[in-house]
């Protein structure tokens, strides 16, 4: 498959770069970023690949109308606004891009937990109001606390990497066994919750994690503690969460993500947002809020795109290498053989074993597996035959190929021995090669129909 016949469809503003290298890579690209969902499905059985930020949900009925789509690339790190079963189903592949911002979040979640223990943000505010407040400012220190993490994925691991060089005991609970790693301790949702001092969220929004933190998730917390979410609005209970506040169970929180978010992370929603929770994070002095940008960084920009442009060329690279491949041998073209008396030989062949013998020997036919009639030879020679040559032995394979001209050229960069030109007949193209032990084989792409 080349590139040069796939379209790319890309229905969100990206980093240019995205497009740029698809182009050069030979791949089309369109670009749709007004059309409604509704157009974009009239037209999406147009093209091969989407690529998608969070615009809309990819669903049952949208999959259904893009008959011709291979992939799916979202431009971010979580893939919860594609019904993955039915794409994958449909053979489509599914491309996400944690890599490109797992870092930019694990430090937003750094940044937002410092500035928590240092009341960075009040203070700031106060300075410049004209308050000095030095004893109601003083802070706490990481050093000697425990970080809990739930969800030890690609942001998970990320933030306990940037809490390396801190003297914190870094704990993980996660529904997969044995994700841990140097940076984290492995444990049960209960031993973190009896020991962490900070909660950090990093789970992907599942039916399991939908209103995960609530009242319940909340007390069993043993300790007072501070509590991150860059995850997914929707798995804390923001009510429950402020009465933890209001309590003292919850230290703090930074959130960079609301309940109320709508799917495109791109507003709020303008009703669910004016409730008596959502007023009570706005004031409070230990909560901190950003708008859904702890992977939104400049150097993430550029990432997510290139990692995005790198998955899409891997999925064709991987296509045309396996095409390479299957342009080797499809089948045995022939077997031939030095005999003294090659009529007699035939004779022998053709009463004892039933060869339907011609003046060229016998050819044999079959049917591959498109359906298409093949042939395969069996031919004698005279012992003093040259057409084995360089090669001493008795016999010479033939073996039928796909793509000739482009096995030869692999064969070259592979150091096989190559005899003489590649020759073409109205019956298919030749060449002869040796292999190790010097048996000469003959390689043969066919035309088939001039022997019928
Ligand atoms: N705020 C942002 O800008 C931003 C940026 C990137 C990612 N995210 C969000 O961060 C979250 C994590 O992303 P990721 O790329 O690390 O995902 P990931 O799939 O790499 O890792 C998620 C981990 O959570 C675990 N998990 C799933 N369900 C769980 C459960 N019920 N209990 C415990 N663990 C569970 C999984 O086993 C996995 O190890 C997602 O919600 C993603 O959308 C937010």
Same mark, same amino acid.
Request: aromatic share 10%; proline share 2%.
């Given at each position: 498959?080349?590139?040069?016949?796939?379209?790319?469809l890309?229905?969100?503003?990206?980093?240019?770069?995205?497009?740029?290298?698809?182009?050069?890579?030979?791949?089309?690209?369109?670009?749709?970023?007004?059309?409604?969902?509704?157009?974009?499905?009239?037209?999406?059985?147009?093209?091969?690949?989407?690529?998608?930020?969070?615009?809309?949900?990819?669903?049952?009925?949208?999959?259904?109308?893009?008959?011709n789509l291979?992939?799916?690339?979202?431009?971010?790190?979580?893939?919860?606004?594609?019904?993955?079963?039915?794409?994958?189903?449909?053979?489509?592949?599914?491309?996400?891009?944690?890599?490109?911002?797992?870092?930019?979040?694990?430090?937003?979640?750094?940044?937002?937990?410092?500035?928590?223990?240092?009341?960075?943000?009040?203070?700031?505010?106060?300075?410049?109001?004209?308050q000095?407040?030095?004893?109601?400012?003083?802070?706490?220190?990481?050093?000697?606390?425990?970080?809990?993490?739930i969800?030890?994925?690609?942001?998970?691991?990320?933030?306990?990497?940037?809490?390396?060089?801190?003297?914190?005991?870094?704990?993980?609970?996660?529904?997969? &066994? %044995?994700?841990? @790693?140097?940076?984290? *301790?492995?444990?049960?949702?209960?031993? !973190?919750?009896?020991?962490?001092? /900070? $909660?950090s969220?990093?789970?992907?929004?599942?039916?399991?994690?939908?209103?995960?933190?609530?009242?319940?998730?909340?007390?069993?917390?043993?300790?007072?503690?501070?509590?991150?979410?860059?995850?997914?609005?929707?798995?804390?209970v923001?009510?429950?969460?402020?009465?933890?506040?209001?309590?003292?169970?919850?230290?703090?929180?930074?959130?960079?993500?609301?309940?109320?978010?709508?799917?495109?992370? &791109? %507003?709020?929603? @303008?009703?669910?947002? *004016?409730?008596?929770?959502?007023?009570? !994070?706005?004031?409070?002095?230990? /909560? $901190?809020?950003?708008?859904?940008?702890?992977?939104?960084?400049?150097?993430?920009?550029?990432?997510?795109?290139?990692?995005?442009?790198?998955k899409?060329?891997a999925?064709?690279?991987?296509?045309?290498?396996?095409?390479?491949?299957?342009?080797?041998?499809?089948?045995?073209?022939g077997?031939?053989?030095?005999?003294?008396?090659?009529?007699?030989?035939?004779?022998?062949?053709?009463?004892?074993?039933?060869? %339907?013998?011609? @003046?060229?020997?016998?050819?044999?036919?079959?049917?591959?597996?498109?359906?298409?009639?093949?042939?395969?030879q069996?031919?004698?020679?005279?012992?003093?035959?040259?057409?084995?040559?360089?090669?001493?032995?008795?016999?010479?394979?033939?073996?039928?190929?796909?793509?000739?001209?482009?096995?030869?050229?692999?064969?070259?960069?592979?150091?096989?021995?190559?005899?003489?030109?590649?020759?073409?007949?109205?019956?298919?193209?030749?060449?002869?090669?040796?292999?190790?032990?010097?048996?000469?084989?003959?390689?043969?792409?066919?035309? @088939?129909?001039?022997?019928?």
């Amino acid at each position: 498959m080349t590139t040069k016949n796939i379209k790319i469809l890309h229905i969100d503003s990206n980093n240019p770069l995205l497009i740029e290298q698809l182009k050069e890579l030979g791949f089309q690209n369109e670009e749709d970023f007004t059309s409604t969902k509704e157009e974009i499905e009239a037209k999406i059985h147009n093209y091969h690949g989407i690529v998608i930020r969070s615009r809309f949900k990819i669903d049952k009925t949208f999959i259904d109308k893009a008959t011709n789509l291979q992939f799916i690339a979202r431009v971010g790190a979580g893939l919860e606004s594609i019904d993955c079963d039915y794409a994958t189903s449909k053979n489509i592949q599914l491309i996400a891009a944690p890599e490109g911002n797992r870092n930019a979040v694990g430090e937003q979640a750094l940044g937002m937990l410092l500035s928590l223990f240092n009341n960075l943000n009040k203070a700031n505010a106060e300075v410049k109001n004209g308050q000095w407040n030095r004893e109601a400012n003083r802070g706490h220190e990481l050093d000697g606390k425990t970080v809990g993490i739930i969800g030890y994925g690609n942001m998970g691991k990320a933030f306990a990497k940037k809490l390396r060089g801190f003297e914190v005991e870094v704990l993980c609970y996660d529904i997969q &066994e %044995n994700v841990a @790693d140097a940076n984290a *301790k492995q444990v049960t949702l209960k031993e !973190l919750q009896e020991k962490a001092d /900070v $909660l950090s969220l990093h789970i992907p929004w599942t039916p399991e994690t939908d209103k995960m933190v609530n009242a319940a998730c909340l007390n069993a917390f043993q300790k007072p503690f501070w509590l991150i979410n860059t995850a997914r609005g929707k798995s804390v209970v923001t009510s429950d969460l402020v009465e933890a506040l209001k309590s003292g169970k919850v230290l703090g929180a930074g959130l960079d993500v609301l309940e109320y978010e709508k799917l495109s992370f &791109e %507003n709020l929603f @303008d009703e669910e947002s *004016k409730n008596e929770s959502f007023e009570y !994070l706005r004031q409070a002095e230990n /909560v $901190l809020l950003t708008p859904h940008i702890a992977g939104w960084t400049f150097e993430s920009h550029e990432k997510l795109a290139q990692t995005i442009v790198d998955k899409i060329k891997a999925i064709y690279r991987k296509e045309e290498i396996s095409e390479v491949e299957e342009k080797r041998v499809t089948g045995i073209g022939g077997f031939f053989f030095k005999t003294e008396n090659p009529n007699e030989i035939k004779e022998w062949y053709k009463k004892h074993l039933g060869f %339907n013998t011609d @003046d060229y020997g016998c050819t044999f036919w079959w049917k591959d597996e498109k359906g298409n009639d093949c042939s395969t030879q069996w031919s004698t020679f005279k012992n003093d035959t040259n057409y084995f040559e360089p090669s001493e032995k008795q016999f010479m394979q033939n073996f039928r190929v796909h793509d000739l001209e482009t096995l030869l050229k692999k064969l070259v960069q592979e150091g096989v021995t190559i005899i003489d030109e590649m020759q073409t007949y109205e019956y298919g193209k030749f060449a002869w090669i040796l292999d190790p032990e010097n048996n000469k084989i003959e390689l043969w792409e066919p035309i @088939d129909s001039v022997f019928q």
